[in-house]
């Protein structure tokens, strides 16, 4: 699998997910088997590119390359010229977000929402390339599968974007429409693929080994991106990747493994936000990691009420360690409401 110059590990990826895969996350779904991890979407507004949020979401100090930026915004010369800014400061792929159901840009509807305006959407992959082709920098861009089900347009915008100079396209398998409810369809991605010689990533609602290998094999898809399953459950990448290599099932971490992934992960994660604001943006991924876990709901409560970030470590490693009395390994955790919406995506970057 390769993206321009670019060759990857495997065709396991993560998800953008804006609030979610920061340096810290992305280099741990890395460790865990993920080829491939694309930044939280940086906006194309200039005026908020030395904001705390926006400068936090370019550091990529330490982790594995590609380093691949998303950038987001309605202006054709505005995502060009973001796209040199984050090359100057490493980016080495750029993604364009035509995925999130609700990014307000300049008070215009960014995201998906520019799948209705074809013509906008291919001059903006066109400006987008223009810049970063001379500078050797291929251009990725992730969308959905239309508008609504009436206006299922991801087939014609992928030949546009092929044909203007696209090196990858993943396609998130529901309209925007139907923002994050209802299944993820596979049709229109295989008919994507069947149509582009450019890769093609299937994405939406893979969960499992067995999920992933269905989804290759009916869309016939260069790669797999993952996103909510990897919450509190990074592991996934190399359960996928050993059951599409052997067609068995890896076993599952011991407490013990997980208790100190997810330490180094929340030490990780103190350092890029500082102790107060990490302390608080870690307990989503504290509550991802004991979501569905013997227990696990009244760990969460509890930790939400510590304030110091060695108190919620502790408590963490504690809690873990008393699942490691009666589990040598993680049990399987019961299914949890993954209904959420990302508020996050609908703030500006
Ligand atoms: C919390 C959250 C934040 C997201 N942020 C982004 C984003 O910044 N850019 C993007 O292209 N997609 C974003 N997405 C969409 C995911 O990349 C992915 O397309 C979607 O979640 C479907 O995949 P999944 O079923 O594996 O989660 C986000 C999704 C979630 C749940």
Redesign the pocket.
Same mark, same amino acid.
């Given at each position: 699998m390769q993206i321009g110059p670019h060759l990857l590990p495997n065709r396991l990826f993560v =998800?953008?997910? =804006?609030?979610?895969?920061d340096r810290p996350f992305r280099q741990l779904c890395r460790r865990l088997g993920a080829g491939y991890a694309?930044s939280?979407?940086v906006t194309s507004r200039k005026e908020l590119w030395n904001s705390l949020k926006t400068s936090r979401r370019a550091d990529h100090s330490g982790e594995p390359g590609p380093i691949a930026v998303?950038i987001?915004g309605t202006d054709a010369a505005m995502l060009a010229e973001a796209a040199v800014h984050n090359i100057e400061r490493g980016a080495q792929i750029i993604?364009i977000?035509m995925?999130?159901p609700a990014k307000k840009v300049c008070n215009k509807w960014a995201?998906s929402a520019l799948m209705r305006n074809e013509a906008l959407a291919l001059e903006i992959a066109e400006a987008v390339v223009a810049v970063c082709a001379p500078r050797g920098v291929p251009v990725t861009l992730?969308m959905r599968t239309g508008w609504s089900a009436d206006e299922r347009n991801a087939l014609r915008l992928a030949r546009l974007f092929e044909a203007a100079g696209i090196a990858m396209l993943?396609i998130?398998g529901?309209t925007r429409e139907q923002g994050?409810k209802g299944l =993820?369809e596979y049709d229109t991605i295989a008919a994507v693929k069947a149509a582009l010689a450019i890769p093609v990533v299937a994405?939406?609602?893979?969960?499992s080994p067995e999920k992933a290998r269905d989804v290759l094999a009916y869309t016939g898809a260069d790669a797999l991106?993952?996103?909510?399953?990897?919450q509190g459950r990074p592991w996934i990448f190399r359960e996928v990747t050993h059951f599409l290599a052997t067609g068995e099932h890896l076993a599952a971490p011991t407490v013990a493994e997980a208790r100190d992934w997810f330490t180094e992960h929340l030490h990780d994660h103190y350092g890029l936000y500082g102790e107060l604001s990490g302390m608080r943006s870690a307990r989503k991924h504290i509550g991802w990691a004991v979501r569905g876990l013997p227990g696990g709901e009244a760990f969460r409560q509890h930790m939400n009420t510590l304030e110091h970030c060695q108190a919620q470590l502790q408590a963490l490693r504690d809690w873990f360690d008393e699942l490691g009395q009666t589990h040598d390994r993680l049990p399987p955790a019961a299914a949890a409401n993954d209904d959420?919406v990302? =508020?996050?995506?609908a703030g500006v970057?």
């Open positions: =998800a953008p997910m =804006a609030g979610v895969t694309v939280e979407m998303q987001a993604d977000n995925g999130c995201g992730k993943t998130h529901r994050y =993820a994405n939406g609602d893979i969960d991106m993952i996103g909510r399953a990897a959420q990302p =508020a996050d995506e970057a």
